[in-house]
């Protein structure tokens, strides 16, 4: 494991500056606070918008541009939270300017921009990650701790699925529909990544091939007139320790709203994970079945993320919270175990890529 020196931005009070000012620059601003940075500033597409930013996020400046962000030697890491085809440029400049990164994913829309990209990094010294943030639930920590203790034995089947309905009406839009700034997939890129990412985490197992089908349930939405991207994917996968899979990813399931389950079998265990549900885990044998609440007797390092005591729920913005915490603490020199970093970021986008690959031409892709 690499060791960071920390820069002179990460020696006090770690000083972060925003690129981008919607729903997830909210979810990350109020992260970055609770992990006691110092938010320095914020820039968006334009002047206005970066100064409404600014009042909406409680940051101390509003930035003209990206360069000028950069420039200030006083802000120490950079929270890109943009349309997915800007990733690239806005997280290379910020690693050319010496910065650390919180990239939204996915990290690119390309391969090959994610390779360059990340390369790029490990190249700069920085610290790079993004933010795969249900990886900090402590119940899936739990889950894995549980899967490499053996208690599931070996390894046989894996279901995931992760289903939504904001997109079930053809009215319903957004600038991730519309391939020139989302990028050629949607779905799978969108919410089907941390899906991918959660399977190979768990298990510490990696999916070796897929097979695939996308579809586009509505070609044309209200300001989106040429659909290009998918509404759903169904996935057929196999690991490279033989491991059998099926992955369901939609944006159009009707009640769903932000249900990723996965289940996991073994010869002696199936462990089963729902994010709608992240303070139990499911534990089904032959000789019956159980819910596993989160208590006191948890691994060491799923108790190191149950930050509050059983029976006090912790949720989504709780495990982002982690994710930027130990993201910060990587700056300091600290890397934690499960830090997703850039590597974990593109090798999402080499799946979403043979995802694309297999639907399009109908045969398995290897990975």
């Not at 390309?110 to 990886?135: E, I, K």
């Not at 992240?278 to 108790?303: F, H, I, K, V, Y």
């Not at 982690?322 to 993201?327: E, L």
Request: charged fraction near 20%.
């Amino acid at each position: 494991m690499t060791t960071l020196t920390p820069t002179p931005a990460t020696t006090r009070t770690l000083r972060v500056g925003f690129v981008g000012g919607g729903f997830m620059a909210e979810v990350h601003s109020r992260a970055a606070r609770a992990a006691r940075a110092s938010l320095g500033g914020v820039v968006s597409s334009s002047p206005e918008r970066s100064a409404a930013a600014a009042a909406g996020l409680g940051v101390d400046a509003a930035f003209g541009s990206m360069e000028e962000l950069l420039g200030d030697p006083a802000i120490g890491l950079i929270h890109i939270v943009t349309p997915n085809i800007t990733h690239f440029e806005f997280a290379m400049a910020a690693v050319a300017a010496g910065k650390h990164v919180i990239c939204e994913k996915p990290l690119t829309t390309s391969v090959d921009d994610a390779v360059d990209l990340t390369n790029a990094a490990a190249a700069a010294g920085v610290v790079a990650t993004v933010p795969f943030a249900y990886r900090f639930h402590p119940m899936v920590r739990e889950a894995r701790a549980r899967i490499a203790a053996g208690e599931t034995g070996r390894l046989l089947s894996i279901q995931g699925s992760y289903l939504q309905d904001w997109l079930l009406d053809p009215t319903d839009d957004n600038w991730r529909v519309d391939e020139a700034s989302g990028g050629p997939s949607r779905a799978f890129a969108d919410i089907g990544s941390h899906l991918a990412d959660l399977v190979e985490f768990v298990t510490s197992d990696r999916i070796s091939r897929v097979q695939a089908l996308t579809r586009t349930v509505f070609w044309e939405r209200s300001t989106t007139k040429r659909v290009a991207t998918e509404d759903l994917v169904a996935v057929l996968f196999e690991t490279f320790s033989g491991v059998v899979g099926t992955l369901l990813v939609s944006q159009v399931a009707p009640g769903r709203k932000n249900r990723l389950h996965l289940e996991i079998s073994g010869t002696e265990e199936t462990i089963a994970f729902d994010q709608e549900q992240p303070e139990t885990l499911w534990l089904g044998r032959r000789t019956g079945s159980e819910l596993l609440a989160r208590d006191e007797n948890l691994s060491a390092d799923a108790a190191r993320l149950a930050i509050l005591p059983p029976g006090h729920p912790l949720g989504f913005q709780d495990a982002f919270n982690a994710f930027v915490a130990d993201t910060y603490a990587a700056v300091a020199g600290d890397v934690r175990d499960g830090l997703p970093t850039f590597a974990d970021g593109l090798r999402a986008v080499r799946i979403t890529d043979a995802v694309l690959q297999s639907a399009k031409s109908g045969a398995w892709i290897n990975l």
